[in-house]
């Protein structure tokens, strides 16, 4: 989807846990590990102006870095944060919103991730994220969550 922002994707997750569970697992440093990627490595200060550091590598490779600044959080509702990949120049920073929407025993995850200017990029960036989400729901699935 286009805007005047640049591209925008959004993606819509049912997540197996209440929505305190799902924002534990996105700023407890300890359950981020744990889904972010594979050897992730990460730092996370979840207030408005705090800082984030969230890498994994992939395929042996080398430590791919996400990193950004909260812009709003509001406990088990909303994250809202600026995203750019480390060595990047921070004016290509995008912006994610993640929406928590309790639903039963369940949680609604709405991501939004917009500010890419090629369609190329923001399709990388869906598949992504719709494998990093995959892992959360895995992580939320399992028979005895660690979220708090």
Do not use: I, K, Q
């Given at each position: 989807m286009t805007s005047q922002e640049g591209l925008r994707l959004r993606l819509t997750y049912t997540l197996p846990a209440p929505p305190a569970r799902v924002f534990a697992a996105w700023t407890e440093p300890d359950l981020l590990r744990q889904w972010w990627g594979p050897g992730a490595e990460v730092t996370c200060d979840p207030r408005p102006g705090g800082r984030y550091r969230w890498g994994?590598?992939?395929?042996?490779?080398?430590?791919v870095v996400a990193t950004g600044e909260f812009l709003a959080v509001e406990r088990d509702r909303i994250l809202q944060f600026t995203f750019t990949w480390e060595g990047e120049e921070e004016s290509?920073?995008?912006?994610?919103?993640?929406?928590?929407?309790?639903?039963?025993?369940?949680?609604?995850?709405?991501?939004?991730?917009?500010g890419f200017d090629d369609e190329r990029v923001c399709n990388q960036h869906e598949s992504g994220w719709a494998a990093a989400l995959d892992r959360l729901r895995q992580l939320l699935a399992a028979p005895d969550p660690p979220c708090s």
């Open positions: 994994a590598r992939y395929d042996g490779a080398h430590l290509f920073a995008t912006r994610v919103e993640v929406v928590l929407e309790p639903h039963g025993s369940a949680t609604h995850l709405h991501l939004t991730h917009e």
